[in-house]
């Protein structure tokens, strides 16, 4: 589902690129396309129908581009679609990986000149509760807007965080705001993630910080010098991993994941639809490539998503891609045509 504008141009990239993969270690992709977006939608009247969310259920993966029109009301088809999906799939793991690229002018290396390549920090944002559920009212006078969490709902994202955090041997960070926000916060993510660390996950070293303090001090002034993972609410995931990804080099190189480990997860990269740079080969796939990395390693194709992984970290090592702006002076294809180059170089 390539969505709209760039959506389109990063999609047909990436695919290019997951077909030279799949056919390198033996397996084929099964596609099918939806041509679901904001100028479908113009065109048909139709956003998003559950019969298609039922469609979406019987595949193995969504390749995601992205959605947003100019002409149509903010918000329309990325809640019609985008947040269709994740909720109507239940993908309640988002999983935003910023990693240190060598050869790439990350600012977070200009902050932190001593972190070395490979570092990273991986946002688990739960995906699909919170303030998301729109639950609220406005009357013209008093608005409000529920941030909405069940028990199962934390349980299950805090279980996912805890499981990365042990198995890559990183540090985990609850970021939160216990100090404002009593009940979600204080009364109900706090202590049982601290609770869940105590009785299920002793090995892993796991922490709380107010989330405000993570953007601000932890991330600028000082951090840990080893990778590690944050895990936080869906609002608060929202706004920090635009900075992660920032910090990492942009949004062009910002992937995700909307994941349901038991039915159909999506794999998007961060960026928008951006009207305005298309068709003009200007924006970078690079994010795109690396959510279709993800997928593989979701898809249980390990050795694919690393050898993809490794191929997109050469080129960039080898400075063939310098940024992920449109500015880069390197068009969308030829950045797709090294890493394809890179694959079938490292055989
Ligand atoms: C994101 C986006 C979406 C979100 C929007 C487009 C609904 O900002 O994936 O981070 O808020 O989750
Ligand atoms: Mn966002």
Request: hydrophobic share 40%; charged share 25%.
């Amino acid at each position: 589902m390539p969505g709209d504008f760039i959506g389109k141009e990063v999609v047909e990239e990436e695919m290019k690129v997951l077909e030279i993969i799949a056919e390198q270690f033996g397996f084929a992709f099964k596609r099918t396309h939806y041509p679901h977006g904001g100028e479908h939608y113009i065109k048909t009247g139709e956003l998003l129908p559950c019969s298609i969310l039922a469609e979406l259920r019987d595949h193995d993966a969504i390749v995601f581009g992205a959605v947003g029109h100019p002409d149509l009301k903010k918000g329309e088809v990325e809640k019609g679609i985008l947040l269709k999906i994740r909720f109507g799939l239940d993908q309640y793991i988002n999983l935003r990986p910023s990693k240190l690229y060598a050869g790439v002018d990350a600012p977070i290396k200009k902050i932190h000149p001593h972190l070395p390549d490979g570092y990273e920090i991986t946002v688990v944002r739960e995906g699909v509760g919170g303030l998301y559920k729109g639950i609220g009212s406005y009357d013209g006078v008093i608005a409000r807007q529920e941030m909405n969490y069940t028990n199962a709902e934390v349980e299950r994202i805090l279980r996912y965080a805890y499981e990365l955090a042990r198995d890559k041997r990183q540090i985990l960070i609850l970021g939160f705001k216990s100090n404002v926000l009593e009940y979600v916060s204080a009364q109900q993510w706090q202590p049982m993630f601290e609770k869940m660390g105590e009785k299920i996950y002793p090995e892993v070293s796991a922490h709380y910080a107010h989330i405000d303090a993570l953007n601000g001090p932890m991330l600028i002034s000082s951090i840990p010098k080893e990778p590690f993972v944050i895990v936080t609410g869906n609002m608060f995931g929202d706004v920090i991993t635009d900075l992660t990804a920032s910090l990492f080099g942009g949004m062009g190189v910002g992937a995700s994941a909307c994941i349901n480990p038991y039915g159909t997860s999506m794999f998007e990269p961060l960026h928008g639809s951006s009207p305005k740079d298309y068709g003009k080969e200007v924006v970078s796939p690079v994010a795109a490539i690396l959510s279709g990395a993800l997928m593989l390693e979701n898809l249980g194709e390990t050795k694919a998503a690393e050898k993809l992984e490794l191929s997109i970290a050469n080129v960039l090592k080898q400075r063939k891609i310098p940024d992920f702006t449109v500015n880069s002076g390197v068009s969308t294809q030829q950045q797709t045509q090294y890493i394809t180059t890179e694959i079938r170089k490292i055989n």
